[in-house]
């Protein structure tokens, strides 16, 4: 940017003592060459830097220097413009503000700062800095004008700025093919790339999928001033950590379809912000002005908290995403909440497995470890055994964990469940959104299992068993008391522990049914905090909306718990052309009062976990609990994957049987629906509840309820 320049002989400074005047234009060039500096530090930054405070004092000194460039060159424009000063020249240091913009929203997710990107970005390209013919030769100025069209792309993106983005794609598809012919000897491949990503991105993030906002409405969502908590610890969502990586997955630059319907997901939606127009004037000295104030007032609602923060890691290593998470959790306040959004292809693991039955671990001192590694219960998902095993053993050697990254890098990309272990000293809400999550939930059980307290028999030697956590069940397993090891199973994972056998005239005296085992089988220790999880199916069901890729439109289990109505459809194979914006609103309308119900009674159940009930009061994590309830409920009931439980997502610790598939109160609210879509026929309703809502068995596939 920085250029040989005619000095002009306006000067500015000079003060008393008859010291020389410096120029203008050596002045400004002077001011832009600190920013640059500041810039080109800044920019090399990670977005989530440890020190918060030494990064926010470092970044509001970049962006004061370049608030006196912007303010020196409208001051002084013509004389600037004599002196060599070039559209491009100043269009770049809009491009750069608003780069400053867009890079403080990503680590503060306040809306205010993602708007005034918005406003730069849209300068630039309205008073036309950048030439639209591509300069003959100028191949770095062609280069800037491609780059300032992606990153405006995001911008867009993420405020839905619908009519924008297709615009800024018809833009770029032109300047791209001007480009290819003004510089046929350069190969234009990566942007040709960028272009695609865009087509795949647009194709499923649909008018259809932003009918409603996917960001907390206090118009259309209960007021968070009206949520209610049976707990005496009320906690809020503060940060979240988002993270997605599927192979040949739809994604824009670094944000996913995924991460991108998360990152709305958990910010508030601003009345007035509906596709609102930004407007651009000219200044009569050619400078641009923007009606920037109206435009805030429309935008941002002063009287909204502000957003959690959030951190989206695109393909990270384990060491980063470590390091990342260790820095929220230092910084959490004590009534924070932090969520991990977790979103993974192919689940790893390295415990040893049986034939792939299930997982044995051994028990010893402090904690649960894998049979195959060392004492250590820490390090064992890292050891080296293969040696010892034989090439079926070693291929289940990569068992229970998420994938974040291509094969083959020695699992720097993996994400275990011991990794997450050390921050439940803080508490956590997970979940997680895998392909084949057995292995990985597998891994995550015996965390949970740590919560054991008591069992009550029911039959000898097979138990099925119930874990209870300060009086609530938390778990219900079967168990095997064979010689010296104790065979747990979960669902279809089985689970081995050594245990020590206690002698009949040392077992407590209680029930004929009951025996308290805490004490003879040994977990992992407490680290302060009991987890919130909630876990996708760990069988994908594709949908019947066309032949392409699972991934094609996103996971359907996080459209389910950010846009429900859309996955929904997605699920019956409904197209947005095919539904009319009525039958859409209707449905919509019924799911919303629907969840405020079940939230109601939620927090009015007894038997409620405490650590749920910790967070029903912060509202985006009550509409995500709420929503996997209702996910898991169509899922249940949908006739292809009816009492197929690979199917059916599941949640750690388990939350009240009241508002589980099998009663009428969630078969009602599924029935109304697949009513209001004519689909009602895809559906196992019980009897009753199809005779209560007027549906016939030729409307309906009708289970008996005994």
Known sequence: MQQQHQPNQSGVGGGGGGAAVVPVSEAFWSLVQKADKKFSKIRHLPYYHRNREEYDAYFYKVFRVYTQVWKMQQENRQKLVESGLRRSEIGEIASRIAQLYFGHYMRTSQASYLHEAFVFYDAVLSRDYFNSKVDAGDLPLATKQLRLISRFLTVCLLLNRNQMVHQLLNQLRVLLDDCKRTFPETDFKEWKLVLQELHRFLKADTNFMNIRPLRYSTVLDPHPDLLTSPAKRNLRLRDAVLSSYHHNEVKFSELTLDTFRMVQCLEWEPSGSFHQPSVMKNSQNGSSTSTRTNYSQDIIDPTLPPNPRKAVLYRPSISHFLAVVATICEELPPDGVILIYLS???????????HGKGIILKTTGTGVYSEATSSSPFVSERQNVRSAQSKEERSSLDAGCLQFGTRGNGGINCIFPSDIVPFTRRPLFLVVDGDKNEAFEASIIHHVLRHLRHIRLQWFPIVKFRIFDKGRVVERVQIVFDGTMIVLRHDSVVHKLSYNRPQSKHLPNMGQNDLDVSKYVRMHPEKGETAAILLSPSTLYHC?????????????????????????CLLL?????????????????LLSSSLNVWGSHLVATDSLHPVWAQILGDPFLRRLVLRFLFCRAVLALYAPTFNKKEFIPRCMPSLPESLSPSTATCQTVVAQIANVFGATSSFRISEEVALAENITHGDTDSISSS
């Open 573 to 589: 194979g409904i197209s947005g052309s095919d539904v009319e914006l009525d039958t859409y609103f209707k449905a919509e309308n």
């Open 344 to 354: 993974a292809s192919d689940v790893f693991c390295s415990f040893k497995l049986f």
């Open 544 to 568: 019947t909306s066309g032949n392409s890729p699972h991934h094609s439109n996103g996971s359907l289990f996080t459209a389910f718990i950010t846009a429900p109505v859309q996955a929904f």
